[in-house]
């Protein structure tokens, strides 16, 4: 099958979250499978800096990059207006047997519902979260209060919407229309087995770091936003007086880290939180590795990546259950959080840290839920078999 990926952001911009990921990883698997996958995408790489290249040979990923007219409104704003790329899809469209649209907020999803109906190739569209009521105002939101009803006639023009969890279609699809639930449906993101590691605690990380022999290393990592509850993270450890412990903070700003430092300062724990700049490959495994625990007080997620990464580096979670990952605590490779408070997390925190035979348990459960539940080669022919039934109805 020729599958042509649309996603306004693309490897390697790895700090535009986990869309960049998912597609990425899907890409490889397909192709692995026996398929063709070409990505269009925008040039976007950083607030300053752009893709330099205009098409590129990925792992084996033929992508296309469009020029934004805007590279600041593009990272800022996640406002993404592509130059060339209608024309482009009109010239090359009948190469591909279907077209899946990744994300939300972007010309590239307008134009693929303009041309793609006219040609005859059927083409679905994925949100990753984007609309969630949390996200819709939290950044830009009068802007995409105005796109949904352009993008509401999106959806009922594609073939089939996907999200990834059971939530994100009874709460976000089913609340623009019945009738687009309907036609929605549930593949969660997947995987690599083949990415699964073992705990290495590293000392020479621990004493770069300057951490005490005793000392717990709690660790997020992802975009430094409100959305992501790094404040109530930040309330939860200042009640903690009785464990030891440093917590690191790895992730791209936006908009909440100065916040979160006069937090910190205020709530007399700054001298035990550490922040980094957003980290990937082997620098990120290094950390989620050395790592005691990964604590993510989202207050909305679709199906968030950095949980099942950190289950992946064999590192048990605490997260929120606005992460929509009831499989965690499932196969007991962490905490739900019923209420996502400081104090409920706080107490989590405490009760992981006093049963240590449990944290054993705990990290070879996480590789379980990752290869039993989010096996990228399982999601991936998932992805096949929807895309070979609607190619079929055409």
């Keep these: 099958m020729r599958i042509l990926f649309t996603v306004p952001y693309f490897a390697p911009a790895w700090s535009f979250g986990g869309p ?13 499978l026996g398929h063709e996958v070409t990505v269009a995408t925008t040039d976007v790489l950083t607030v300053e800096k752009r893709h330099n290249k205009k ?7 033929n992508v296309v990059y469009f020029k934004n007219i805007s590279n600041f409104l593009a990272y800022k704003a996640n406002l993404y207006l592509p130059i060339g790329f209608r024309a482009w899809l009109k010239k090359n469209i009948y190469h591909y047997n279907i077209i ?10 307008v134009h693929v519902s303009q041309v793609a109906p006219k040609f005859r190739v059927p083409f679905i569209v994925q949100p990753h979260g984007a609309l969630n009521e949390i996200r819709m105002n939290a950044q830009m939101k009068t802007p995409k209060i105005l796109f949904l009803k352009i993008f509401a006639n999106i959806l009922k023009l594609s073939s089939a919407i996907i999200v990834s969890t059971n939530t994100e279609k009874n709460n976000e699809i089913n609340r623009i229309s019945q009738t687009l639930a309907r036609k929605t449906h549930v593949v969660p993101n997947g995987l690599n087995t083949s990415q699964l590691t073992q705990s290495k605690p590293n000392p020479a990380l621990r004493s ?5 022999p005793d000392e717990k290393m709690i660790i997020y990592f992802g975009r430094i936003q409100y959305i992501k509850g790094l404040d109530i993270t930040l309330r939860a450890l200042a009640l903690i007086k009785d464990i030891p412990y440093k917590f690191v ?14 937090l910190a300062e205020n709530l007399c724990i700054k001298d035990r939180v550490i922040f980094f700049e957003s980290m990937f490959g082997k620098d990120l495994s290094e950390y989620l590795e050395t790592a005691d625990l990964f604590v993510f007080n989202s207050r909305s ?13 064999a590192l048990p979670v605490i997260i929120s259950s606005d992460c929509n990952l009831p499989e ?3 196969f007991g490779a962490g905490i739900v959080l019923k209420n996502n408070t400081p104090e409920d997390t706080a107490e989590a925190i405490r009760r992981y840290f006093k049963e240590p035979k449990k944290q054993i348990i705990m990290r070879q459960k996480c590789h379980s839920l990752i290869a039993n539940y989010f096996n990228l080669t399982t999601i991936a022919k998932q992805h096949l078999t929807l895309y070979g039934q609607i190619v079929k109805t055409r």
């Design 20 to 32: 960049v990921k998912v597609v990425y990883d899907l890409c490889k698997e397909f192709i692995r």
């Design 100 to 109: 899946h649209c990744h994300d939300l907020y972007s010309g590239l999803n």
């Design 208 to 212: 770069r770091l300057r951490f005490k």
């Design 55 to 61: 098409t590129d040979l990925l792992d084996g990923i």
């Design 301 to 313: 997620e679709s199906l968030p990546m950095a949980v099942l990464d950190a289950c992946a580096a």
């Design 328 to 330: 965690v605590e499932i």
């Design 249 to 262: 903070i790895i992730g791209r700003d936006e908009g909440a880290l100065s916040l979160l430092k006069e």
